[in-house]
């Protein structure tokens, strides 16, 4: 979603980690697939984007986890954005996100593209133009081109709109929607099915984890593109939460089935909860508990397809940067043993029972929730 900060680690601090999970056998990507899911998956930046601060020496361990089979799939947390795609009007560089696509192809992870149309991390000249309406649509369908164009054929999913939404469920008043209004979501669909016809198309946001009007506002968007005719895919739910908010298990699956009941997928994008800093053993325990509530929540609704972490390492967060005094958002900690959550994640992932309304399998109503009753 945003720009990453790190926190130094040791080498003494290297020393002492306890050894990470067993990821070839039995990561997170392996109990998703047993519990019916397509993948789980972890953002991931280039070397460069991590903002080398003493941490050259935790790439190598960081590594083994994000491509050793840990994960089934990969989202660039920032080399697809306009900011580094399109810097400058017209000329595009596709480095930063070449990065990750190639690891995730050489290590045989699947690819979930994000962001075409984003009102953040742009180039700066776009807030800057005097856009006509015609001048911005030329300039959306260029990029939309050029970019989805450069990655056709790699990309599962593309997050082709991101967070169009204010919390009350109105259109954002972006640069986007201040010239051509709802046309350009329209749009942006229409060129993302057109250049990649076989990659998912996603509307993506945050807060839209629970029922309410931004949830309800998301839904009117799916309803106003199969209107038109427009290829809209799904969802995707960002999960930027907090460990110590409110939010249920039932609340998330009343979200996801929202967007299930319109045939639409339902992914979790961009998941980090974070916490109250120094972490403890009872912000811990809440966090591992509001994991579990979301990911138990999309095992056990049929068309939520899979989870991706917003990069598992707390030192390669972007949560402090944006929440001063709040951080661990991840799971795994600075010296790479793994929080609490990690385990909490797993006993969502292998405690699945019956599902819950169009749940997977014949089940029908309200299944049995009995790990999270």
């Known amino acids: 979603m945003h720009l990453t900060t790190v926190v130094p680690v040791t080498l003494a601090a290297l020393a002492s980690a306890k050894p990470c999970p067993d990821e070839k056998v039995k990561g997170l990507d392996y109990y998703a697939k047993k519990a019916g899911l397509q993948y789980f998956g972890s953002a991931t ?167 309410s009007k931004k949830t309800e506002g998301a839904a009117r968007i799916v309803k106003m593109l199969r209107d038109e005719g427009i290829k809209i895919d799904g969802v995707g739910l960002q999960g930027h939460l907090t460990a110590e908010g409110g939010v249920t298990l039932d609340q998330h699956i009343a979200a996801i089935k929202s967007f299930t009941d319109l045939d639409l997928e339902v992914a979790v994008t961009e998941l980090d909860i974070r916490l109250q800093e120094p972490a403890t053993t009872t912000n811990l325990a809440q966090q591992k508990e509001k994991y579990k509530n979301i990911v138990g929540a999309c095992v056990q609704v049929k068309g939520c397809v899979g989870i991706t972490i917003w990069d598992f390492y707390d030192p390669f967060s972007w949560v402090p940067y944006f929440f001063p005094g709040e951080g661990a958002a991840g799971l795994w900690f600075a010296n790479f043993t793994t929080h609490p959550a990690y385990d909490g994640i797993v006993e969502a992932l292998t405690n699945k029972t019956a599902p819950v309304g169009k749940g997977k399998g014949k089940g029908k109503g309200p299944g049995k929730r009995s790990l999270w009753a």
């Not at 593209?113 to 000249?125: D, F, I, K």
């Not at 369908?141 to 991101?162: F, L, P, R």
């Not at 986007?176 to 350009?184: I, K, R, T």
């Open 45 to 211: 930046d280039t070397p460069g984007q991590r903002e080398r601060a003493g941490l050259d020496a935790a790439y190598a361990q960081y590594d083994k986890i994000m491509w050793g089979g840990e994960f089934g799939s990969t989202t660039p947390t920032n080399g697809q954005k306009w900011l580094f795609t399109e810097p400058q009007q017209g000329v595009f560089n596709f480095t930063e996100g070449d990065y990750t696509a190639n690891n995730a192809k050489k290590h045989g992870l699947s690819l979930r593209c994000h962001a075409l149309v984003w009102h953040n991390q742009l180039g700066e000249y776009v807030n800057q133009v005097q856009w006509t309406p015609e001048t911005l649509r030329a300039q959306i369908v260029s990029h939309i081109e050029n970019v989805a164009g450069h990655y056709k054929g790699q990309c599962n999913h593309w997050d082709v709109v991101n967070e169009a939404l204010e919390e009350d469920g109105t259109y954002r008043k972006s640069v986007f929607y201040n010239v051509l209004g709802e046309e350009y979501i329209k749009l942006a669909f229409k060129t993302a099915a057109r250049v990649d016809p076989k990659a998912k198309l996603y509307y993506n946001d945050y807060s839209i984890e629970w029922p």
